[in-house]
T-cell receptor
Framework: NAGVTQTPKFRILKIGQSMTLQCTQD?????MYWYRQDPGMGLKLIYY???????DKGEVPNGYNVSRSTTEDFPLRLELAAPSQTSVYFC??????????FGSGTQLSVL | GESVGLHLPTLSVQEGDNSIINCAYS??????FIWYKQESGKGPQFIID?????DKRQGQRVTVLLNKTVKHLSLQIAATQPGDSAVYFC???????????FGAGTTVTVRA
């Protein structure tokens, strides 16, 4: 099992550009999550999904969109990148609510 | 605001000593708690969890204590090793919710 795989690992965007952060898991987990982590801070939940076709907002959803067309994939879309979206993004999955498995993260800079 | 928080942002520990990392929560409806370890440049990794119907749970070199009366939990690491240097997060789940809320983290540095 590869676990949770995130791509890309690093990305630099210009203000106003768009991009999609990819996340895929091979553990057949129902629950998937996107978090962002700012320097020296904890993780803030952006969006989550409890199964294919179902998504919901977390604490900080503004400026982001998600989709969950399959159990395996949970991409995060930034439509108009802003400097405030400079952060490290983590995708996670879990079988139940407990024990989230995290990917290795995507470091995003918006300049 | 955050309902889960850690008392100290940093902790320096001598190798071989025991470490205690504290976390406070404010929501009495929280019924599941979990500790994660995050090494530099990596995603968080599960350490140990505890449900609200328990006071204590032990793992390999780690113990989590839960005091529901004062809404406090702690992570104890026995015989701290250099590989224990990391940021430690506590997280909680509120009964009936689908997500975890994370605290800000404590950075543990182990001195040789």
């Amino acid at each position: 099992n590869a676990g949770v795989t995130q791509t890309p690992k690093f990305r630099i965007l210009k203000i106003g550009q768009s991009m999609t952060l990819q996340c895929t898991q091979d553990m057949n987990h129902n629950y998937m999550y996107w978090y962002r982590q700012d320097p020296g801070m904890g993780l803030k939940l952006i969006y989550y999904s409890v199964g294919a076709g179902i998504t919901d907002k977390g604490e900080v959803p503004n400026g982001y969109n998600v989709s969950r067309s399959t159990t395996e994939d949970f991409p995060l879309r930034l439509e108009l990148a802003a400097p405030s979206q400079t952060s490290v993004y983590f995708c996670a999955s879990s079988y139940s609510l407990e024990k989230l498995f995290f990917g290795s993260g995507t470091q995003l800079s918006v300049l | 605001g955050e309902s889960v928080g850690l008392h100290l942002p940093t902790l320096s520990v001598q190798e071989g000593d025991n470490s205690i990392i504290n976390c406070a929560y404010s929501n009495s409806a929280s019924d599941y708690f979990i500790w994660y370890k995050q090494e530099s440049g990596k995603g968080p990794q599960f350490i140990i969890d505890i449900r609200s119907n328990m006071d204590k749970r032990q793992g390999q070199r780690v113990t989590v204590l839960l005091n529901k009366t004062v809404k406090h939990l702690s992570l104890q690491i026995a015989a701290t090793q250099p590989g224990d240097s990391a940021v430690y997060f506590c997280a909680e789940n509120i009964r009936g919710d689908y997500k975890l809320s994370f605290g800000a983290g404590t950075t543990v540095t182990v001195r040789a």
